[in-house]
């Protein structure tokens, strides 16, 4: 009885916590493992790979490996690099993303604020659209875009990225629109909003958390994206990852690991960098969608 | 106030799926009127406003706007303006611009959506808010701006959903004088939705008392607090609410009977209505309880002391009945005390038991 709780709360270090901070250190250091292996193994040359230990640091730092990568290594008969990939990735993502993410979101405020007839099974439709695998509508689509004659080509690439993004994204918008308040589109429309004039002047500016969402999402599924890019695309337009396969996979000659290594994490930088930026969008636009569904 | 009709409901149904709120509702709310939809919460009155505000497309019946058709016209051309319980202030633009939307979506001239924001900004005072976002608000601060967008757009009707049901007491108390201002000031007609009786009775020209998407009274606040049509009515109105005696009519002695109890209503203004031994609900307001003794009191005792400042509640029984009587707040009873009760029967209700109409 003769303590009386003042001043700041005494701190606990339970055998708990340290158990758990250990247990995250070593997830951590798990998960980062691969990370460290390729960024010195794409330090090294390729003398040094061959003899020493795969964990080793580099006795000599050796840059080659990067602008080869960039700008020299062969693909197939090709030998500019990465960097037409590059390109071709982001002339896809680029398109890919805007007219999906903007597509959806009209999609979601439809679906949550005027119920037409029939809403509830095109919100049916849109769940069915979002978990079927990719694979089995590979070739029917193949079979439109040839008849369409945008097979093999940049628009053909672009809509087949819109089509499979617009489901989940169409879900994740109208999901987030579920949980504004009613009153708001009821004030809108009785200040004199119509369809599209309540969308671009009420709907969109409150929509920044989830637009960020839906465009990580978009941006690291197309850029990640390889079996699409490999049907569709054509071969003037084939994405990074086509490319960075084509670079690691050689038939002839010596695999060059330290190239293979510094192509790789070239190609994975966009997503990271978008993951790193937006790290703290993300999570609060999952949340706001997640509050109400 | 004129005898020309603002609004027309005419027989108007509307249900959701198969789940029917209103059937066959008909009002006519005369120009100028400050008219309270009042009831419990589920008894159809927001609907009803939704449905008037065209936010709600009916099942069946008509409305009229003074003298146009407005049933199938979107709630933009109907001229109205409404303010939410939620405020529904648009959370992305600053107050000023809250009030001009309207306005801009009308593509009104610059000048004439200042001039009209200045005004309704004075009137409100807001002035000094009219650059700030609606989250920079105090709830009382944001229902005036939401008062205000529907000011601006020079609306025929407005139309209030419960919108001083978020707000604190003292708020509400402020702004429900704000709101019978404006309303004298303006003269517009007003249709608003409540539950809170208090509301009701001080804001209203006439009060519409629902239940279950009906209307089960309509007339002035003083006509329904002192003559309610039915058992409903009656309990639902008054705070604290009117006492309620289960009786037999004994038409020789023109008494009712309460247990064991015998009650003189001679004075009662429709007695003639009254057949031998029909069953009634006798029904008293707590002020129109006497303590006094004569030849008509009834013996009782303290059970409970309710002291509310300016009244004080008395709270005894009659045959196992609880009643409540209402003194001045100065007078002084203590738990246990004897008293003799007596009822100013001019002003009681007498209901039907069956029907649970007045007679």
Redesign the interface.
């Known amino acids: 009885m003769s303590t009386i709780p003042k001043g700041p709360r005494p701190k606990h270090l339970t055998i708990g916590r340290i158990g758990l901070y250990c247990f995250i250190i070593m997830c951590a250091l798990f998960f980062l493992m691969p990370l460290y292996v390729m960024i010195i193994t794409s330090l090294k040359d390729m003398d040094e790979i061959r003899a020493a230990n795969i964990l080793n640091l580099p006795k000599e730092l050796s840059f080659y490996a990067w602008p080869k990568a960039w700008s020299q290594a062969c693909t197939g008969f090709v030998c500019e690099g990465l960097k037409p990939g590059f390109v071709n990735s982001v002339k896809i993502t680029v398109p890919s993303v805007i007219v999906s993410v903007a597509l959806s979101a009209l999609n979601g405020y439809a679906l949550a604020f005027w119920r037409f007839r029939g809403a509830y099974f095109f919100f049916g439709l849109c769940m069915f659209g979002a978990f079927i695998p990719y694979q089995v509508m590979v070739y029917p689509l193949l079979k439109i875009e040839d008849f369409l004659g945008i097979y093999s080509s940049l628009p053909g690439i672009i809509l087949v990225h819109t089509i499979f993004g617009m489901p989940i994204l169409t879900l994740i918008f109208r999901n987030f629109y579920a949980s504004l308040?009613i009153?708001?589109f009821?004030?809108?429309?009785?200040?004199?909003?119509?369809f599209i004039?309540i969308f671009f002047?009420?709907i969109i500016?409150?929509s920044t958390p989830i637009t960020i969402v839906a465009v990580i999402l978009q941006v690291t599924g197309i850029w990640n994206d390889f079996l699409l890019g490999l049907v569709f695309a054509g071969r003037d337009n084939q994405p990074m990852t086509v490319q960075l396969n084509n670079i690691v996979q050689v038939d002839y000659g010596v695999a060059e690991y330290n190239v293979d290594m510094s192509a790789t994490i070239l190609t994975s930088l966009v997503p990271l960098f978008v993951y790193f930026i937006s790290g703290r969008w993300f999570v609060r636009g999952i949340a706001a969608g997640a509050i109400k569904g | 106030m004129s005898m020309k009709n603002s609004v027309t409901v005419k027989n108007i149904s509307f249900s959701y799926g198969k789940t029917e709120i209103l059937n066959d509702l008909s009002l006519d709310i005369k120009e100028g009127e400050f008219m309270v939809l009042l009831g419990p919460s589920g008894c159809g009155k927001t609907t009803l406003l939704?449905c008037i505000?065209?936010?709600l497309d009916l099942t069946d019946g008509q409305i009229w706007i003074e003298d146009d058709n407005v049933t199938w016209k979107?709630?933009?051309d109907r001229h109205?303006?409404?303010v939410?319980?939620?405020?529904?202030?648009?959370?992305?633009?600053t107050v000023e611009k809250n009030l001009s939307?309207?306005l801009r979506?009308?593509g009104t001239a610059k000048d004439l959506i200042n001039e009209k924001i200045k005004k309704a900004a004075n009137l409100l005072q807001i002035n000094e808010l009219l650059k700030r976002k609606p989250s920079q608000l105090s709830g009382g601060q944001r229902q005036r701006v939401a008062i205000g967008?529907a000011l601006v757009?020079d609306a025929k009707v407005f139309l209030f959903d419960e919108p001083l049901s978020n707000l604190d007491a003292k708020l509400r108390a402020e702004l429900r004088y704000e709101i019978k201002k404006l309303h004298r000031d303006l003269s517009n007609t007003m249709i608003y939705v409540t539950h809170d009786q208090i509301e009701a009775m001080t804001l209203a020209d006439r009060i519409s008392v629902m239940k279950d998407g009906l209307i089960q009274q309509l007339d002035t606040p003083k006509q329904i607090y002192n003559k309610p049509a039915n058992l409903f009515v009656a309990g639902f109105i008054g705070s604290p609410s009117m006492n309620f005696l289960k009786a037999t009519f004994d038409k020789l002695n023109q008494n009712i009977i309460v247990g064991k109890k015998q009650i003189d209503i001679s004075k009662y203004e429709n007695i003639n209505n009254l057949m031998n031994d029909q069953e009634i609900v006798f029904g008293i307001r707590p002020e129109n309880i006497n303590i006094e003794k004569n030849e008509h009191s009834i013996q009782c005792k303290v059970e409970l002391v309710e002291p509310m400042g300016a009244d004080t509640l008395i709270w005894t029984s009659v045959e196992g009945n609880p009643i409540s009587i209402r003194m001045e707040g100065s007078s002084n009873y203590n738990l246990n005390d004897e008293i003799n009760i007596s009822f100013d029967i001019k002003k009681s209700s007498i209901f039907d038991s069956k029907s649970e109409e007045r007679i």
Do not use: C, T
């Open positions: 308040p009153d708001l009821k004030a809108a429309r009785i200040d004199g909003g119509n004039k002047y009420v500016p409150m | 939704n505000a065209g936010l979107e709630p933009k109205i303006g409404m939410f319980q939620s405020y529904a202030l648009y959370p992305s633009m939307f309207g979506m009308m967008r757009r």
